[in-house]
């Protein structure tokens, strides 16, 4: 991990790439275990959850495991 932390939102989409196949998740919510350590649950289109520590979706970023999507709102208007 870089040191950098990021900053995650609920309803923030991500594409979960596998090697061949990139999926698309929703963070559904946020929350601390009962250490504090910060936790993000995942949703799919499916509906299944899926729970990882901020660090190590941090760390899915920085490798490439998992990519942020852009906002409607940011996007462009052609």
Do not use: W
């Amino acid at each position: 991990m870089s040191g950098k932390r990021g900053t995650f939102l609920i309803g923030q989409n991500f594409i979960q790439h596998d090697g061949v196949f990139g999926q698309p998740v929703t963070i559904a919510r946020l929350d601390r275990d009962r250490f504090g350590a910060p936790r993000i649950i995942f949703v799919a289109p499916d509906g299944h959850e899926m729970t990882a520590y901020a660090a190590q979706v941090e760390d899915a970023i920085t490798d490439g495991y998992l990519a942020p999507l852009a906002l409607a709102s940011d996007r462009a208007c052609a």
